[in-house]
């Protein structure tokens, strides 16, 4: 069964960053598509960013453009997240989902594309 697991979370203060990793060690994936959700406390679980490896789109959140990027790392088969200038409303438990198949532009916000994801790691960010 194919796992994934989600690193690089932590308490960070307004303005500084984190980078999000994903490993998909067996390139189960590879010409899939990866995302990131988020829950904050108390809420759903919402999208943040995602990537289609087959065109190399990417796509976010309206509140997250040009602060975080999603990207991939061909040669080490990971999936990142870099969150730069984060606010407290950023806050929330991050989590990596994949398709193994090209996700639709109109489709890939939705978790219900998505069939395999990680555990979630908890980012905070607070004064």
């Known amino acids: 069964q194919v796992q994934l697991v989600e690193s690089g979370g932590g308490v960070v203060q307004p303005g500084e960053s984190l980078r999000l990793s994903c490993p998909d060690s067996e390139r189960t994936f590879s010409r899939g598509t990866m995302a990131w959700f988020r829950q904050a406390p108390g809420k759903g679980r919402d999208f943040v960013a995602a990537?289609?490896?087959?065109?190399?789109?990417?796509y976010y959140e309206d509140s997250v453009k040009g602060r975080f990027t999603i990207s991939r790392d061909n040669a080490a088969n990971t999936v990142y997240l870099q969150m730069d200038t984060l606010k407290p409303e950023d806050t929330g438990v991050y989590y990596c989902?994949?398709?193994?198949?090209?996700?639709?532009?109109?489709?890939?916000?939705?978790?219900?594309?998505?069939?395999?994801w990680g555990r979630g790691t908890q980012v905070t960010v607070s004064s």
């Open positions: 989902a994949a398709a193994r198949n090209r996700v639709i532009t109109s489709a890939v916000r939705s978790m219900q594309m998505y069939a395999t």
């Open positions: 990537m289609r490896f087959s065109s190399n789109d990417k």
